[in-house]
């Protein structure tokens, strides 16, 4: 065997299908379309959704719920347990969870720290929010919060 002769297996390719090329290919004349009506034109159809003039049911459906959108602070979230993979009295930044692939991207609003989880090392942890148990958990092992 060598570069030149290698090819698909059996089966594992088929040939692209051409419509409109004669009745003796089982897809000519109107090419599958059957015939006139608006999905037999040119970039004739329906948007997905569309329910000839009807209201669509995603119109019918009640809202339900808050959105908050527009007015919502994304922070990037790590629990207190997670940090215990870091060395003693080590400095915990957003950069550097980012790049230990702690967190998978950087939020606007910047690091918040959660309480979930137990933690043995003082940590020294510069964060934007911390809530008030992962505040008790750090500083009850000897580690600094330095909020941003």
Known sequence: MELNNL??????????VRV??????G???TSGKGHKGQNARSGGGVRPGFEGGNIPLIRKIPI??????NFRK???????????????????TEELLYETR??????PYGLKVLGDGELT??????????TKQAREKIEKVGGKIEEL
């Open 64 to 69: 339900r719920g808050f959105n908050n959108k």
């Open 121 to 130: 090392k003082p940590l020294t942890i510069k964060a934007n929010k911390v």
């Open 20 to 25: 409109g090329r004669g009745i003796g290919s």
């Open 102 to 107: 702690f967190i998978g991207k950087m939020a």
């Open 74 to 92: 994304n922070y990037s979230c790590i629990n207190v347990g997670d940090l215990e993979a870091f060395e003693p009295n080590a400095v915990i």
């Open 7 to 16: 090819k698909p297996a059996q089966g594992a390719t088929t040939k692209k």
């Open 27 to 29: 897809i000519g004349k």
